[in-house]
């Protein structure tokens, strides 16, 4: 079973519309990550968690909101969708207890893809 | 100025060659570096991390890092044709932030 699980892992909305993506993970990390891939502009950081009480913004955070539900939750929320919000979106984790030199890397989910028309 | 900056390719090289791809960076407080390796409609999967200044080996793959000249690169001995995809250059978010800042990535192509 992955690790680190997305849904949906497609979605078609229209503008206006609210959705919400999931993600959940197995592997008892506490930070957790929400991105977002464009052609030709790489991957991106929305929001980072660094534990349930503790959420921060990232580089491009405007037009979105998150929740950490629990250590293993973190859902990443468009209030209202807009057509340049189109993109892959990516849930990560990392765990900085872990091994020395290894602690901060970061584990990927599959990846939402999202078209808003 | 975008901060984490690759060509973007494609870099074709011949299968059984050396794969040289480069990347530099912007913030020199930046301490942590990263290459991650991303095929076609799938997630970034972590090739290799680097610290220090100098080479770093994991077998058929060097991370070579210059903190003096804000140079990370990767080089890929006897590249197979399972090593075409995309190399994405991460770098850790300083000043207390957390994440990780991405280029744009190298589009890789081995050709048997």
């Known amino acids: 079973d992955a690790d680190v699980t997305q849904t949906p892992r497609n979605r078609i909305t229209k503008t206006g519309k609210r959705i919400m993506l999931e993600c959940s993970q197995t592997?008892?990390?506490?930070?957790m990550y929400w991105y977002r891939q464009d052609p030709g502009l790489g991957l991106r950081l929305i929001y980072y968690?660094?534990?349930?009480?503790?959420?921060n913004k990232g580089e491009i955070s405007d037009g979105y909101s998150v929740s950490r539900q629990a250590q293993a939750k973190f859902s990443l929320s468009l209030e209202s969708a807009i057509p340049n919000q189109t993109a892959l979106y990516f849930c990560?984790?990392?765990?900085?207890?872990?091994?020395?030199?290894?602690?901060?890397?970061?584990?990927f989910g599959p990846g939402t893809r999202l078209l808003v028309l | 100025q975008k901060e984490v900056e690759q060509n973007s390719g494609p870099l074709s090289v011949p299968e059984g060659a050396i794969a040289s791809l480069n990347c530099t960076y912007s913030d020199r407080g930046s301490q942590s570096f990263f290459w991650y390796r991303q095929y076609s409609g799938k997630s970034p999967e972590l090739i290799m991390f680097?610290?220090?200044?100098g080479d770093k080996e994991d077998g058929r793959f060097t991370a070579q890092l210059n903190k003096a000249s804000q140079y990370v690169s990767l080089l890929i001995r006897d590249s197979q044709p399972s090593d075409s995809a995309t190399y994405l250059c991460?770098?850790?978010?300083?000043?207390?932030?957390?994440?990780?800042?991405f280029g744009k990535g190298t589009h890789l192509i081995i050709q048997p």
């Open positions: 990560a984790t990392s765990d900085p207890s872990g091994l020395a030199g290894n602690y901060e890397t970061q584990y």
């Open positions: 991460a770098v850790r978010r300083g000043g207390g932030a957390d994440g990780l800042t």
């Open positions: 680097i610290y220090s200044n």
């Open positions: 968690s660094f534990d349930v009480k503790d959420i």
């Open positions: 592997k008892g990390h506490d930070r």
